[in-house]
């Protein structure tokens, strides 16, 4: 009891941060930064790139999906490669890498180019995304967490929150070229810092000799069909389409492969064993339905706009930039909170705030716009810096230094696999629950209903005043009336099952044990 008090003293005291390790973290979170947010720039500016390259709508998607499919593969295996190589080697090379495949990107030429250089991309720029975390956890001690922790929690959030936004400006005031171009200098610059600064950990070379390459290509096949499905599911009309048939068989039989060899072999490439820490279990499943909630949202709206409201990409990413704000202006609050409230009681206040701001949308209609939404966009980007932190410490704080590595890459991995299963539910939702609200609508539009047909009638004249075919203008206006209403009514039903989602999580929060101290982050444990 004497050391612990003799520790709890002596925090106030801690070592001034090394300026070296500081410059190298700043670093490593700007290359973090630039990975995520290259997602959402490019989504948001598809449509640009496919006329810029004469592609098709199938093969411009392809765009996004070769570089999930490659990232998802490299995230869970970054940690055995730090290990082989070093954080500062696997870093240099990923912020390297990702910079040169960014320019190779803008000189595509055609789609089949664009979609390598894509993947590429990818799955180099995967690589820097958990060693962000896994560094935060090892050269900090437990005392900086509650500065670190938020910066972290911020750019992990705030990339794919403000990236229509970029996205939208970068291609409306120069061209699509410089959502790739806007890469080139930070990605040097970190590259530079990277080699110079970070000085974390020694390569371990040896464990080259006993690499599981069975367990690395069933990894790729698993992972890599799995967000495959997910992706190109619900516009194949899923179990229909061979080709989505065919991937999930592979799925089945690379992660059947892929487990047997985790578990017996004994330099497995991803160490499952941290899931053996229940806060490292419960975090890693908060961070998968966070994915869910992070990623979700960033697509429905950018999607209800564009449908409904007919807004340009500029006009979507400022709307959406309100998001982006809030939770930079929660950050250093959500820090502050960590060091006063338990952990629990931050990530259900987080919950309910996510879960007020979905359901507050329920009411949606196709006049909302900019102001209906504002509230619900702050308390999504409040409510997600207030998750973020805690999820975060309860994950990764307790594990001992020498399994962060590995389990950084687990963890970051849940919440992509989130975002990518949270987009197929919600993509499949919307497809079903619009063809069934139409149904139901078409049903009380008919030739028995006589508001429907004074309706068809005034709008029949007013097309036959001007020389145009009336009735055939008045059903087409009709029918998308209809599609229209049976779109919003689908918009409402995903914000609805969100709601439940995160009202449930607060329940969730409560099976959990109030997490220990954390490991020390320094060296010995």
């Known amino acids: 009891m004497a050391a612990t008090t003799a520790t709890a003293g002596a925090i106030p005291a801690d070592p001034p941060m090394d300026r070296r390790k500081l410059i190298a973290f700043f670093a490593m ?28 709508s199938d093969e411009v998607a392809w765009v996004q999906t070769s570089y999930l499919i490659a990232e998802v593969i490299m995230i869970p295996l970054s940690g055995t490669l730090a290990r082989i190589l070093s954080t500062r080697v696997l870093f ?32 180099i720029g995967g690589g820097m995304i958990p060693s962000v975390f896994a560094a935060a956890f090892t050269i900090f001690p437990p005392s900086k967490r509650s500065v670190v922790s938020p910066i972290i929690g911020l750019i992990a959030t705030l990339a794919p929150t403000i990236g229509p936004t970029v996205g939208g400006y970068l291609s409306n005031a120069f061209s699509w070229h410089w959502l790739f171009l806007v890469n080139i200098v930070p990605g040097i610059i970190v590259t530079v810092l990277a080699w110079t600064f970070i000085n974390f950990d020694k390569p371990q070379h040896e464990l080259m000799k006993r690499f599981d390459w069975l367990g690395l290509a069933s990894m790729a096949v698993f992972l890599g069909s799995l967000e495959y499905v997910l992706e190109e599911g619900n516009s194949k009309d899923w179990f229909s389409d061979e080709h989505i048939v065919a991937g999930a068989v592979a799925m089945t039989v690379g992660a059947v492969i892929f487990f047997w060899r985790a578990f017996r072999v004994d330099f497995p490439v991803v160490d499952l064993k941290a899931f053996t820490n229940r806060n490292f279990a419960f975090g890693s499943l908060f961070s998968f339905i966070m994915g869910v909630g992070l990623y979700g949202l960033t697509y429905i709206y950018p999607l209800y706009l564009a449908r409904i409201r007919g807004y340009d990409a500029l006009m979507i990413g400022e709307t959406m930039f309100v998001s982006g704000l809030a939770m930079f202006f929660t950050a250093p609050v959500a820090g502050f909170l960590s060091n006063k409230l338990d952990p629990r009681v931050m990530m259900a206040i987080g919950f309910f705030g996510f879960a007020l701001g979905t359901y507050m949308v329920t009411g949606l209609t196709a006049d909302w716009d900019f102001y209906e939404l504002l509230v619900p966009q702050i308390l999504r980007g409040c409510s997600l810096m207030l998750c973020m932190v805690p999820i975060n410490n309860v994950a990764l704080g ?60 005034n ?29 919003v009514m689908s918009f409402i039903d995903v914000f609805m099952a969100l709601t439940v989602l995160f009202a449930s999580l607060i329940l969730l929060v409560m099976l959990i044990s109030k997490p220990r101290a954390a490991a020390p982050a320094g060296g010995g444990h």
Not at 93 to 115: P, R
């Open 459 to 487: 709008v029949e004249a007013n097309y036959n005043a001007y020389g145009i075919d009336g009735t055939t203008a008045a059903l087409s206006k009709l029918s998308g009336i209809v599609t229209q209403q049976a779109t």
């Open 92 to 123: 240099t090379v990923c912020a390297a890498g990702f910079t040169l495949s960014s320019a190779l990107c803008a000189t595509a030429t055609n789609i089949e180019q664009m979609i390598i250089y894509r993947a590429l991309q990818g799955f």
């Open 29 to 56: 979170v700007v290359g973090m930064f630039m990975s995520i947010l290259d997602i959402q720039i490019v989504s948001a500016s598809l449509s640009e790139i496919q006329a810029g390259l004469s592609a098709g």
């Open 398 to 457: 307790t594990l001992p230094p020498q399994r962060i590595q590995n389990a950084s890459g687990l963890y970051n991995l849940t919440r992509n696999l989130g975002g990518a299963v949270g987009l197929a539910i919600i993509n499949t939702m919307l497809t079903q629950r619009a063809d069934e609200h139409y149904a139901r609508l078409s049903e009380h539009v008919n030739y028995g209903n006589p508001a429907a047909l004074d309706w068809l009638s």
